[in-house]
């Protein structure tokens, strides 16, 4: 497989801004990433990685992006709207049944109008793998072209886009002539977070990367940041990969309502929504880990405007 080409979707660079008053309250340095404000789809960091899954679509010739996740899902959301604004068709695999009105993103992906919408029927995330599947014979039978990517995107093309990200950190940092010890960010499919690994081993003495998990298993996460940066280094084939010193902490099961201040602690100091799902357990995590003496840290504010709206529970 080649490197697909990235098709702009979003709008980049997103803001790197100093967050003085949140810095104050943690005592420590904290710069914010603001890929909450990528654009399409209500933004968030699904869509760095929708901009090269469009590109290797685009490649392969592909005439309808099939996915799948919850119905209140950032990445569905955001390759769906990325699929309506290419004017291609797009087929979506949601868990579950369909939600009530005003409960989900389905609203929203309805809107689209270029998609057709597939329910599993059952509650567990990991039904929608075999329906996919299906779905994409389907297609095929039909005599279309699917392109089918898995449940959040995760994948060495999708993690080009934080491989790219890490280019643009460091160009801003740069100019704003800081350099970070830490960057901090929400971890779920894992993606995001293997992109960020592999853009900095292509450099050498990068921050400490932390990605707080939020779904799965930190050995399940390990293994995942771990074969998805070099699949995704494999296929820039990059030869030279320096060491990254990187961690995966537990947040599996956090204490809500320390989720709930750190939510409000961003809101009240920077003005600046976190959802609660990813961003305001990843914040808690720092909050509560403040004190080891890292810093500058760079926080990545990932999104999630969905959520903000629905409750939680995406995938
Ligand atoms: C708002 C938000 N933040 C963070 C993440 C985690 O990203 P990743 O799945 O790449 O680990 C997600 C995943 O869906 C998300 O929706």
Redesign the pocket.
């Known amino acids: 497989m080649t490197v697909p080409a990235r098709i702009a979707l979003a709008n980049l660079p997103t803001p790197l801004t100093f967050a003085p008053r949140l810095s104050e309250e943690l005592g420590t340095t904290i710069w914010l990433k603001r890929d909450d404000l990528t654009g399409i789809g209500l933004g968030?960091?699904?869509a760095r990685a929708v901009e090269f899954h469009m590109g290797a679509c685009h490649e392969a010739g592909a005439d309808v992006f099939v996915t799948g996740g919850g119905p209140r899902?950032?990445?569905v959301l955001t390759a769906a709207s990325a699929a309506a604004a290419r004017g291609l068709d797009c087929e979506l695999v949601l868990f579950g049944d369909r939600p009530p009105a005003g409960t989900s993103g389905v609203d929203l992906l309805d809107r689209l109008g270029n998609l057709r919408i597939h329910f599993t029927g059952s509650p567990v995330r990991a039904s929608v793998d075999p329906l996919l599947d299906r779905v994409k014979a389907r297609l095929v039978d039909e005599g279309r072209r699917p392109y089918v990517v898995g449940r959040?995107g995760?994948g060495p093309v999708g993690a080009l886009g934080y491989v790219a990200a890490v280019d643009e950190i460091d160009d801003q940092a740069r100019r704003a002539g800081i350099r970070f010890d830490a960057v901090w960010?929400?971890?779920?499919?894992?993606?995001?977070?293997a992109g960020l690994v592999a853009g900095y081993r292509r450099q050498s003495g990068g921050p400490l990367v932390v990605g707080t998990a939020v779904h799965r298993p930190i050995e399940e996460c390990r293994r995942r940041i771990e074969g998805i940066s070099e699949e995704a280094l494999d296929l820039l084939e990059v030869t030279r990969r320096y060491p990254v010193r990187w961690q995966v902490t537990d947040q599996l099961d956090p204490d809500p309502s320390e989720v709930d201040a750190a939510a409000r602690l961003m809101a009240r100091t920077e003005g600046v929504f976190l959802?609660p799902?990813?961003?305001s357990c990843a914040l808690a995590d720092l909050i509560r880990r403040a004190g080891e003496g890292r810093g500058p840290v760079l926080f990545l504010v990932?999104?999630?405007t969905l959520?903000l709206f629905c409750g939680s529970s995406?995938?």
């Open positions: 968030g960091n699904k899902s950032n990445w959040g995760a960010l929400a971890a779920g499919s894992c993606g995001t977070m959802d799902e990813y961003g990932t999104g999630g959520n995406a995938a």
